[in-house]
């Protein structure tokens, strides 16, 4: 099999689409793939770890293209974010419709020093919007393109040099960018490229650092019609899941000039999707989930752990891969070690006391039907993420409410013989209800004649 | 891994099991993909009847009011596409024009404002319109064929030259109409040696390059439209005012951004330039409240559905994309689905762009289940779930 990055043991590694040079290689594209294509403006909703990154890269490096010819030129576009009290929103508006003719003159940019030959042989209407274009793209020339003239080849720079100073003769007057930008898709057409996707990613820092400002300033942006009815011109953008219901009020949306999709993961997929990178990490034609493990119940924990979100179903593969090949194994990992192997990396846990709900590995799990005690000791729990805490704390302090833990003869004292029996029914409850294998805890561990603890990885 | 295909029918470059299905019909492309009117290049090959078109068709100011996805795109196509039956100049010249929010900066539009953006749109429109009937220009005589290009030059968003330059090297038309929205373009484009006539004469027309403030220009443009090619009447298409947060989220703006216009309404109208607003249906009791005697004066409609006519716009939509196979979905659905258009159009606002959303979402269900399945019960229930969770706020009953 021939790989364009050799990815050994780093596959399970890093799970970040990011960084993951040889993606391309295992990508196994979502149901939702062929809505994300073309020429349509969609914003794709997901949750960490379901493959929004991954997704952007695949049309980035493999969708914009037909027959190994670019057919989209891609601009990478992240808001600049102003705060909710901004002067008024047609202000805004214009600040980040600004920012999208940025985005799209520093691609057009890199795409003329990448394609010297090519720019000098269409036709000079063409040429003459791309050049107009770059020139009014922005309005600092130097601080936006000096960055980019490092990078690329010399004959690219030495064009762009003369691109962004050189007269034009005949230039258009108006400025209006959305009209810039139907300019520029027209002056691409000799290249044999179709337009431009604006693909967005990467927003989550802001979707958790201050999720109004976010949806402010993506509502105001969704909501601007024009930049959405353009022939040639689509946005991509691959948002947190969270940011969906609050976005359904923009224009854009509720007047469908954008789709809305949801990455979602059917098993299959899942299963194809580690296999294929199972095969590429241990240069196999073929190597499925069987051959790695042959534990009865691997499959289906990592079915119940993995949820539909890649990431998670890869993060559990993640322990029993590297056991396999520091072990040089030329059999499936048994039983025996790989109960030991999800204790030791027992899948990850958020609780989410907002919404009530808690997601362990990639299945989001309802509290709503816990009862407040199983629940306020869940609470607790978590806010002493792998601690130890004492029977007598989760009775006095969490049951009790004391604020403080009494000693033998206090007038609160209670025997453990009196409230044991209690207790173990809550933590039976609360493992029920958040284990994936109740029978056999790796979150809420038992550290007996000490207390238990709930161990989390983020 | 992929299959591409360039085929029309594929408005992207991955097959979907809806676009197997649809060919597997005989569909020649998917009716129900294009949700914005405007984009819609087939548009007037399935708009049906509808009565308000006699409300806004006529010499007379008019509003049309709808909710989003009321249909209000569609009708200005309608109007648009009526004046261009024929190849003379016996119809009124028609200026879609769509509030240009991203053109003004930081401000609410003054009169000039608008007159600027107008005129801006009035020259793209006169220019696409001649580069279409060349025979308009070239029947002029030289004086009149100077005003013609004067006009052009005094409005158009750069120099003639910067538009024709496409035209000449491709020798066609096409880079021209893809400036503007494929359901706003005349129909039938002129032979490339009459294109080509008509691009030497203009450019050998002697222009100006004095030009005069708003006001002149925008007698100039309908001196020229009116006087100089006999055109009967100017109809401003006037759309687009919730195009943006502000004015989407707050009726009360839109009202604002349009009010400039409303005094100049009458005045136009005595001028034979009538204003044909399609407006959100929000706006409708500011406006009158606001400027009771400029609505009064005006002849508003409201664009109203009923499941009827919405279950006509998919059967329409069907039998054009099948090139007249269906008649309906009926034969493509199993027997218990009788009427399958108006069951949909049954459950949802009464609103096309809805409508285009469900049939697409009960398609798309059905298709899942391979190239040959039928259109069940449970496609439909599947689908209306699934349409549930995209309905927009107003589309809720």
Redesign the interface.
């Known amino acids: 099999m021939e790989l364009s990055t050799p990815i050994g043991s780093q596959a399970f590694e890093l799970l970040n689409a990011e960084n993951e040079s040889w993606l391309a290689d295992c990508f196994i594209?979502p149901s939702e793939?062929?809505?994300?294509?073309?020429?349509?403006s969609v914003l794709v909703f997901g949750q960490p770890g379901s493959g929004k990154t991954a997704l952007a890269r695949a049309l980035r490096e493999r969708?914009a293209f037909?027959?190994d010819r670019l057919?989209w030129l891609v601009v990478d576009w992240r808001p600049r974010l102003l705060p909710v009290a901004s002067?008024?929103?047609?202000?805004l508006?214009?600040h980040h419709?600004a920012s999208v003719l940025e985005a799209c003159g520093l691609a057009l940019a890199e795409y003329l020093a990448h394609h010297v030959e090519a720019y000098l042989q269409i036709?000079?209407?063409?040429k003459?919007r791309l050049v107009w274009f770059l020139q009014h793209s922005a309005s600092e020339i130097s601080d936006v393109f000096g960055p980019l003239l490092e990078e690329v080849p010399p004959e690219g720079r030495t064009l762009l040099d003369q691109l962004l100073v050189e007269p034009i003769k005949?230039?258009?007057?108006?400025q209006?960018?959305?009209?810039m930008l139907?300019e520029l898709v027209?002056g691409l057409?000799p290249f044999g490229l179709e337009g431009i996707w604006v693909l967005c990613d990467g927003l989550k820092s802001w979707a958790q650092a201050d999720p109004e400002r976010l949806n402010h300033n993506l509502?105001?942006i969704l909501?601007?019609?024009?930049l959405f009815?353009r022939?040639?011109l689509a946005f991509k953008m691959f948002l947190p899941a969270e940011l969906e219901n609050p976005l359904?009020?923009?224009?854009g949306?509720?007047?469908?000039?954008l789709d809305?999709r949801h990455l979602n993961w059917n098993k299959q997929n899942l299963w194809q999707l580690v296999e294929i990178r199972l095969s590429l990490a241990l240069r196999k034609d073929e190597f499925h989930l069987a051959d790695l493990c042959n534990a009865p119940g691997w499959v289906k924990w990592l079915e119940w752990v993995g949820g539909n979100v890649p990431r998670e179903w890869l993060d559990q593969v993640q322990p029993v891969y590297r056991y396999y090949i520091e072990n040089r194994l030329e059999r499936p990992v048994d039983e025996k070690t790989w109960r030991r192997l999800r204790r030791e990396r027992p899948p990850r846990f958020w609780m989410d006391e907002h919404g009530r709900k808690a997601t362990v590995g990639g299945r989001e799990i309802d509290l709503g039907e816990l009862s407040s005690d199983v629940y306020k000791m869940l609470r607790y729990l978590y806010q002493h993420s792998n601690e130890l805490v004492t029977r007598e704390e989760l009775h006095f302090l969490v049951q009790r409410e004391l604020g403080f833990i009494p000693r033998l003869g206090d007038r609160l004292y209670e025997s453990p013989k009196d409230y044991g029996g209690a207790l173990d029914t809550r933590i039976y409850r609360l493992r029920q209800a958040i284990e994936p294998d109740p029978a056999e805890p790796v979150l809420v561990r038992t550290l007996r004649g000490y207390g238990i603890k709930l161990v989390c990885r983020w | 891994?992929?299959q591409?295909s360039n085929a029309e029918i594929?408005?992207?470059?991955?097959?979907?099991p809806l676009?197997e299905w649809l060919e597997a019909r005989g569909f020649q492309f998917n009716p129900f993909?294009i949700?914005?009117a405007?984009?819609d290049p087939r548009l007037q090959r399935y708009l049906i009847g509808h009565e308000a078109f006699s409300a806004v068709w006529g010499n007379w100011p008019a509003f049309a009011f709808a909710p989003?996805?009321g249909g209000k795109t569609a009708l200005r196509a309608w109007v648009f596409q009526a004046c261009w039956v024929g190849q003379e100049t016996n119809r009124p010249f028609p200026i879609p024009y769509?509030v240009?929010?991203?053109?003004w900066?930081?401000?609410l539009p003054s009169i000039d404002d608008h007159l600027n953006a107008l005129l801006?749109e009035g020259a793209r429109y006169l220019l696409l319109a001649l580069a279409h009937r060349p025979h308009w220009f070239l029947r002029l005589d030289d004086n009149s064929r100077r005003l013609v290009r004067t006009v052009l030059e005094w409005n158009l968003?750069?120099?003639l030259?910067?538009f024709l330059?496409?035209l000449r090297?491709s020798r066609s038309l096409h880079?021209l109409r893809?400036?503007f929205?494929?359901a706003f373009l005349p129909p039938q484009v002129p032979e490339e040696a009459e294109l080509i006539a008509f691009l030497n004469v203009l450019e050998e027309t002697e222009g100006t390059n004095i030009v005069p403030g708003v006001l002149e220009r925008w007698d100039g443009l309908i001196e020229v439209l009116h006087e100089v090619l006999s055109l009967p009447a100017t109809y401003i298409l006037l759309d687009?005012l919730?195009?943006?947060?502000?004015t989407?989220?707050d009726p009360q703006m839109a009202v604002e951004y349009l009010s400039p216009l409303l005094p100049l309404a009458r005045s136009w109208a005595a001028r034979r330039i009538y204003l044909k607003a399609f407006l959100p249906a929000e706006t409708r009791p500011i406006l009158e409240k606001r400027a009771p005697s400029a609505f009064q004066s005006i002849q508003s409609v409201l664009l109203e559905w009923n499941p009827a006519l919405l279950a006509e716009v998919v059967r329409r939509r069907v039998y054009v994309a099948s090139n007249g196979a269906y008649g309906s979905l009926e034969p493509l659905a199993t027997p218990n689905l009788r009427d399958i258009e108006t069951i949909l159009a049954r459950q949802i606002s009464p609103l096309p762009?809805e409508m285009l959303?469900l049939t697409h979402d009960v398609l798309a269900t059905c298709a899942q289940r391979g190239p040959e399945a039928r259109i069940t019960s449970e496609d439909v229930k599947t689908a209306l779930h699934k349409y549930e969770d995209?309905r927009?706020?107003?589309a809720k009953i």
């Open positions: 594209p793939m062929g809505a994300l294509v073309g020429d349509r969708y037909t027959n057919t002067p008024s929103t047609t202000s508006t214009h419709v036709p000079d209407w063409a003459k005949d230039p258009p007057h108006a209006a960018p959305d009209w139907s027209k057409k509502t105001v909501s601007t019609l024009s009815e022939s040639g359904r009020r923009s224009g949306v509720a007047r469908r000039r809305v | 891994m992929f591409v594929i408005s992207s470059s991955v097959s979907t676009q993909t949700l914005e405007s984009a989003a996805g769509s240009p929010y991203l053109q900066e930081y401000a801006l968003p750069g120099p030259n910067f330059e496409p090297e880079l893809a400036d929205p494929p687009g919730d195009a943006v947060w502000e989407s989220s762009r959303v995209s927009p706020e107003f």
